[in-house]
Nanobody
Framework: VQLQASGGGLVQTGGSLRLSCTLS????????MGWFRQAPGKEREFIAG????????RYADSVKGRFIISRDNAKNTVYLQMNSLKPEDTAVYLC??????????????????WGQGTQVTVSS
């Protein structure tokens, strides 16, 4: 299983970005998916998660109401729509796949597969 994240970049405060994460090697519908982020000197932080069929989503309080996670199993891709971006959203964003697709976990150690990350920088 390989995960490839893309869509990061430099954006001004208040702007938007959409991240994509494409899985190869298996079918996406097997997995619950999560987005995490890690800023320099900080621990990896759960951002959003979605169950295998999109029936349930979870968000960190810091992004609730601004970020939306979605998935297209036919395209083997998960998305993270990020709106109203703030400088504190600056980080490397990573997608991850959890073997148990029926629930979202907030814990990084429960995800078996990780992408390489994509940098998001929000300027003030």
């Amino acid at each position: 299983v390989q995960l490839q994240a893309s869509g990061g970049g430099l954006v001004q405060t208040g702007g938007s970005l959409r991240l994509s994460c494409t899985l190869s090697g298996r079918t996406l519908r097997t997995y619950a998916m999560g987005w995490f982020r890690q800023a320099p000197g900080k621990e990896r932080e759960f951002i959003a998660g979605i169950t295998w069929n999109g029936g349930a989503t979870r968000y960190a309080d810091s992004v609730k109401g601004r970020f939306i996670i979605s998935r297209d199993n036919a395209k083997n891709t998960v998305y993270l729509q990020m709106n109203s971006l703030k400088p504190e959203d600056t980080a490397v964003y990573l997608c991850a796949a959890r073997n148990y697709g029926g629930s979202v976990s907030y814990q990084a150690y429960e995800y078996a597969y990780w992408g390489q990350g994509t940098q998001v920088t929000v300027s003030s």
